[in-house]
T-cell receptor, first 115, second 114 residues
Framework: AQSVSQHNHHVILSEAASLELGCNYS??????LFWYVQYPGQHLQLLLK??????LVKGIKGFEAEFIKSKFSFNLRKPSVQWSDTAEYFCAVNARSGGYNKLIFGAGTRLAVHP | EADIYQTPRYLVIGTGKKITLECSQTMGHDKMYWYQQDPGMELHLIHY???????EKGDLSSESTVSRIRTEHFPLTLESARPSHTSQYLC?????????????FGPGTRLTVT
């Protein structure tokens, strides 16, 4: 069965620290990969996505992610976090199942950035 | 501005009551979804729709039902709420002509059944 695994459930960082959130998926077909972010009290919103082409994807607010097909991974990175990056981050993969496309989400990583 | 709306944002209700969670989108998207999310857990797809008069069950079994009479509206109904229905419910939509399959989410309804 398809699944998405996020390695860290809670991450605490100080401002200016570097961030890397791990995401691995299990799906043998062609994948589209996503990172969504949910700031406190706000909608889930798309941070970045991989569809095809360059495996290094740049998103909003200085985030980037690298698709490594051989490792089934799509880790999220940011070189220097800010307090405003405090949020919950969800990795998702689009998979085709039973004739329809669906998003499979990881359990999320809650990031707290301290000033 | 095109967006996706959910009401109510928070609902506390007693066991046995019938409830309807509203979801509307102004993006003209054909596909719509309902997810259930418990704290610290994955989002689980409970219902989806390809368009008007189309409804399908998702991966997670749910006692809720949905309807899609209009493109922009996708309400979810629980005929008799139980404490096990306590959760957050997220509505989403997507444009099937958008090859990247991304979904756009509403703010969610946090339901507590006492």
């Amino acid at each position: 069965a398809q699944s998405v695994s996020q390695h860290n459930h809670h991450v605490i960082l100080s401002e200016a620290a570097s961030l890397e959130l791990g995401c691995n998926y299990s799906y043998g077909g062609t994948v589209n990969l996503f990172w969504y972010v949910q700031y406190p009290g706000q909608h889930l919103q798309l941070l970045l996505k991989y569809f095809s082409g360059d495996p290094l994807v740049k998103g909003i607010k200085g985030f980037e992610a690298e698709f490594i097909k051989s490792k089934f991974s799509f880790n999220l990175r940011k070189p220097s976090v800010q307090w405003s990056d405090t949020a919950e981050y969800f990795c998702a993969v689009n998979a085709r199942s039973g004739g329809y496309n669906k998003l499979i989400f990881g359990a999320g990583t809650r990031l707290a950035v301290h000033p | 501005e095109a967006d996706i709306y959910q009401t109510p944002r928070y609902l506390v209700i007693g066991t046995g009551k019938k409830i309807t969670l509203e979801c509307s989108q102004t993006m003209g998207h054909d596909k719509m979804y309902w997810y259930q999310q418990d704290p610290g857990m994955e989002l689980h797809l409970i219902h989806y729709s390809y368009g008007v008069n189309s409804t399908e069950k998702g991966d997670l079994s749910s006692e809720s039902t949905v309807s899609r009479i209009r493109t922009e509206h996708f309400p979810l109904t629980l005929e008799s709420a139980r404490p096990s229905h306590t959760s957050q419910y997220l509505c989403a939509s997507s444009n099937p002509r958008q090859a990247t399959y991304e979904q756009y989410f509403g703010p969610g309804t946090r339901l507590t059944v006492t």
